[in-house]
């Protein structure tokens, strides 16, 4: 088999997770080799992500190099994949996920209760700006977009207080150190997939596949396929408030979801348990369990 040509984005932090895939699949004996692609997510880090697209805005032109043949296999952030993928496609593998949390970088090293009233905090993500505004309604939240060091820079030539981003991407840049505060999954849950990295091929490439199931991690693939559905029976795309977050013991599977409105004022979090030989009827189950008490409506207000 010839090296298997992974299609990564050109940050920094989508290299080492591209890589770390790579030597996964050389140590299971297989050759590999990136590719860089550029996204539209990549070339505009100034508007919003609903402006340029929403949903799948890091992730379309991946699956375009795919479908065109030109890569084997798509390297993606899980917590970035849309629940509908490019037709002939499917999810094969996911590596060992990395922490799951919210991470707060602040100025001064402030803590989030710490942070004086009025402080400014960016984020991109709703779901953060929603859980934020519930937690520290006195906090003026403003867009920030931008890689991780882009994100920093801006923090720290004085334009923000804090800023939040996932604790896994600062561990795997090797920036840990610099964060003020790890957020409890109680305070912040996190959005479905977070921390994981997932790999997409195309369904009629069976040699791919195959290899990619040889570095598959069975229960990180569980915990997302469930957090994955459960935005799927919810309607929500990525880039909605909504926090999710599996958990597998044994055989079992709970699952834990946040629904929150734009404002952090009104929220649903509901927890159910399942199997987990069928993660996507757990999340599907707990999905429909919210839309009948109220999620719908919270949905509703932020798509208007």
Known sequence: MSAIRLGTR???LARIQANETADALRAQGLEAE???ITTTGDR?????LLTIGGQGVFVHEL???LSEKRIDIAVHSAKDVPTELASGTRLCAFLPRADVRDALISRHGERLEDLAEGATV???SR???AQLKALRPDLKIAELRGNVDTRLGKLHDGGYDAIVLAAAGMTRLGRGAEVSEFLTIERMLPAPGQGAIVLQARADDPSTVAAAASINHESTE????AERALLEALGAGCTLPVGALAHRSADALTLLARVLDDAGERSLTRQRRGDAADPEGLGHALGEE???QGAAELLQEVLA
């Open 34 to 36: 990136l590719v860089i």
């Open 63 to 65: 699956e375009s190099a």
């Open 127 to 129: 779901r953060r700006i």
């Open 10 to 12: 050109g940050s920094e």
């Open 44 to 48: 505009d880090q100034q508007s919003s």
């Open 222 to 225: 569980v915990a997302v396929r």
């Open 290 to 292: 919210l839309m009948m």
């Open 122 to 124: 960016g984020s991109s």
